[in-house]
């Protein structure tokens, strides 16, 4: 979808429900970028243990694991 805002997906190293959270993102045809949190401080405290953690570019509302491939399609559409 290549005119949609990507959604950040925050992440960290070895997280293997961010893995699942990847997958679902790329079956539903999101557009999305990673950002590792441990490469930050400030939001290594921000997050913590919670990522996976998906967030809408435009309204910086997120989207916290556990969901399913249609809580975040809805999320992405801004429903």
Known sequence: MENEP?????T???CHLCGQVMQMME???LGW???DIDSDPSLLEMYGLRV???QHPASRSELF?????EQL???AEGQ
Do not use: K
Not at 6 to 10: A, K
Not at 65 to 69: A, I, S, T, V
């Open 65 to 69: 694991y556990p969901f399913n491939p």
């Open 33 to 35: 970028r990673p950002i």
């Open 52 to 54: 996976p953690v998906v």
């Open 12 to 14: 960290r190293e070895g």
């Open 27 to 29: 079956e539903a045809g």
């Open 6 to 10: 990507l959604l950040i997906l925050y």
């Open 73 to 75: 399609r809805r999320f």
